[in-house]
């Protein structure tokens, strides 16, 4: 009489024991069953099961491998370096036709390169007089400048300052010139932070200096001008253990028996030993020279070329190496010294 009771009560146990291994929100679960019968029999189960609840540790490991994990690139990296581009007010220019090719073609190069350097004469003018500055925030062909930048550099783009970009000199010579406005339009970039400026890229340290620091007319806005707060930061900067690469607009012509006749040069002496390579531009031509096995490397202007014109430098932070890939479709000129294997 009682067999089957104790059958039932076992069937119901045993499903009950199953029903709370299956409960995944609990780490223990706890029944309890009374059962009345015609019989006085009174029958209490309590099950305790423990369940596994996954350690939260387990979840962040699973979120992390969600996450792609920001890697540096290292080896050696590749850079354009262009100047007198002589951007103008006039999108269908030739100046500014061969600007946007440039962009595309750098922004597809394949192997790819990290960055454009401008060295210098980046618009033709800033087109304005005086009295249109008290009217203004920013000046049109800066802004213009800036705009074709984004649209066509699908990469960094960094500048330094040319006699052209400071063109107020050479009419109006006022006693301050607006680069204010060029700081201002490139605030939210990093192309232009300051006048003189250097980056820390992959290794090497790109230093931009401006030449027109100390013009006043001009005369000497053709002239490579450093002010001596300019040249106290060279120093600074310059004193390093990365690898260096200069650049600026005003060509320095070093020529056979060329020592320190030039303040710039002086500054640059006595860190020679991490000194790469500088590139200028103003001439509008290339040219190569050494100084102290230094390459000074003077690139061609951009502007009204049937195909960009540029130095394409490839530097490996291993060795702390630079190198000229294209040196080969360069025609550097008779005064210029033969092409070889740079630092």
Known sequence: MFYPLRHCLFL???????????????????????????????????????????????????????????????????????????????????????????????????????????????????????????????????????????????????????????????????????????????KETESLPATYYFVDHRGFRLVFVDCTDEAFDHDSNDTCTLSSEQLDWLDATLTTDLPVLLFWHIEIVIDDGTELDHPLLAAIYPHKETVRGVFMGHSHRFRRRLWYDIPFLTTDSLKDQTEPIFHLIECDPESGTMSVVNEADIDYGSDSVAPGSAR
């Not at 939260?56 to 890697?71: C, G, M, P």
């Not at 581009?85 to 190069?109: I, R, Y």
Request: aromatic content about 12%; hydrophobic content about 45%.
């Open 12 to 186: 119901i146990a045993l499903f009950l024991v199953v029903s709370c291994q299956n409960a995944p929100d609990s780490q223990e679960a706890t029944v309890d069953v009374d059962v009345d019968v015609d019989v006085p029999v009174d029958v209490a189960v309590d099950v305790a099961v423990d369940v596994p609840v996954a350690d939260d540790t387990q979840f962040e490991h699973e979120l992390l491998q969600d996450i792609a994990e920001t890697v540096e690139p290292t080896g050696p990296f590749r850079m354009a370096v262009i100047t007198d581009t002589h951007f103008t007010a006039k999108p269908d220019h030739a100046n500014n036709v061969a600007f946007q090719e440039a962009g595309e073609l750098f922004s597809n190069m394949d192997p790819r390169i990290d960055l454009v350097v401008n060295t210098g004469d980046n618009i033709e003018d800033l087109f304005v007089f005086p009295w249109d500055l008290a009217e203004l925030t920013e000046i049109p062909i800066v802004v213009s400048y800036r705009d074709a930048i984004d649209e066509f550099y699908a990469l960094d783009y960094y500048i330094s300052i040319g006699n052209h970009d400071d063109r107020f000199f050479d009419t109006f010579q006022p006693d301050q010139t607006p680069l204010n406005y060029w700081l201002e339009t490139f």
